[in-house]
Nanobody, 126 residues
Framework: QLQAYGGGLVQPGGSLRLSCAAS????????IGWFRQAPGKEREGVSC?????????YYADSVKGRFTISRDNAKNTVYLQMNSLKPEDTAVYYC????????????????????WGKGTQVTVSS
């Protein structure tokens, strides 16, 4: 089971850190991803990290240099640090995980992950 949290209302230029906690399995063994969906738009892969040794990490062009995905295996939690937030980052954010060893870009561009958590709303507005 996955649960994303940490969303909220933030002003443009601000920061938020989203967390995704897992129960029943160990995140370190799985590929992970963060996705978002804004009203009236398709779901977008924001950042995905492959579990394979030397695996790749993918960031959407729209968030490169501003967002960072990370894991804390001791806490069995993954994070999405979001800096320099823009109004266009407003969306419901979801975490997801997969038992496979595909590349980060594969996961983010295909959206094909086994397990999905409930989303958390991020609103960037002044």
């Amino acid at each position: 089971q996955l649960q994303a949290y940490g969303g909220g209302l933030v002003q443009p230029g601000g920061s938020l850190r989203l967390s995704c906690a897992a129960s029943g399995f160990i995140f370190g063994d799985y590929s992970i991803g963060w996705f978002r969906q804004a009203p009236g738009k398709e779901r977008e892969g924001v950042s995905c990290d492959s579990s394979s040794t030397g695996g790749s990490t993918y960031y959407a062009d729209s968030v490169k240099g501003r967002f960072t995905i990370s894991r804390d295996n001791a806490k069995n939690t993954v994070y999405l640090q979001m800096n320099s937030l823009k109004p266009e980052d407003t969306a419901v954010y979801y975490c997801a995980t997969d038992r496979g060893y595909y590349s980060g870009s594969y996961y983010c561009l295909s959206g094909r992950m086994d397990f999905w958590g409930k989303g958390t709303q991020v609103t960037v507005s002044s």
